[in-house]
């Protein structure tokens, strides 16, 4: 069934979805029954069940097991503040990805050598295969997980020296910046780019988000007189946080 062109669930949804954000159906009010979907906008269970699946694919209800499906808590977004490589101060690596004045977190980090994957290696100017060390993080916000990161450093620059473990050594923890510079290599540019994808499912479980959630991807790469020398993805939520940028007029 078709109302003006529009399928038949995704008007019934879009009914849904003003409710629920005009605050007629409020956070954990049970959703309205497919049987009484089915008679209030008289359509089929089918229309009605498909209805549902936008808004839980939305992020707007869950489902409890024997309980019924039920209006999420819908969060105020916070800001996660990007200003850039920052060459004076000590940043640590929760304020080189989170830059906003006053915002201190904690961090968990894993680092390995790997082969440098295709995409990886385009980004960093290297030869697919060619040893780099990828480091993970996950960053939490007065204890709650906001923030995946994923950085890859070439071996061939960073390799026995004493910033090669970017977690380890005399400037463990420290950003990327002050780190490169402890080698003489004098970081002077800094790339990002955004988008925004459905989360993986490990990215989700890590972050505490719901299946078909989406995620705002920054993709930075720093810069030494025009080498990339750090190439990393950050992943946020994008239904608990907003980017917003702070950049210097020049």
Not at 2 to 10: I, R
Not at 134 to 145: P, Q
Request: hydrophobic share 40%.
């Amino acid at each position: 069934m078709v109302f003006g062109g529009q399928p038949a669930y995704l008007r019934v949804a879009g009914d849904l979805r003003k409710k629920i954000v005009d605050g007629s159906l409020p956070p954990h009010t049970r959703l309205p029954s497919q049987a009484r979907i089915r008679e209030e906008y008289g359509v089929s269970d089918t229309v009605a069940l498909e209805a549902r699946k936008v808004l839980m694919a939305e992020g707007l209800v869950e489902g409890r097991s024997g309980s019924g499906t039920y209006v999420r808590e819908r969060p105020v977004p916070r800001r996660v503040a990007r200003s850039g490589y920052r060459p004076a101060g000590g940043a640590t690596s929760f304020r080189q990805e989170q830059a906003e004045d006053g915002a201190y977190g904690s961090w968990e980090s894993r680092s390995e050598q790997v082969p440098a994957g295709t995409a990886v290696a385009q980004r960093l100017g290297i030869e697919a295969g060619e040893r780099v060390m990828c480091t993970s993080y996950l960053y939490r916000d007065a204890g709650e997980a906001m923030m995946l990161s994923t950085s890859w450093e070439p071996l061939a620059l960073t390799g026995r020296t004493p910033v090669m473990l970017p977690e380890e050594g005399p400037l463990g923890g420290m950003g990327v910046v002050e780190r490169m510079a402890a080698i003489d290599v004098i970081v002077d540019n800094v790339t990002e780019e955004v988008g925004a994808r459905p989360g993986l499912a490990e990215e989700l479980l890590a972050l505490g988000g719901v299946p078909g959630h989406v995620v705002l991807v920054i993709q930075r790469t720093y810069y030494a007189s025009g080498r990339p020398v750090e190439t990393a993805d950050v992943v946020v939520p994008a239904d608990r946080y907003q980017i917003a940028y702070h950049l210097p007029v020049r």
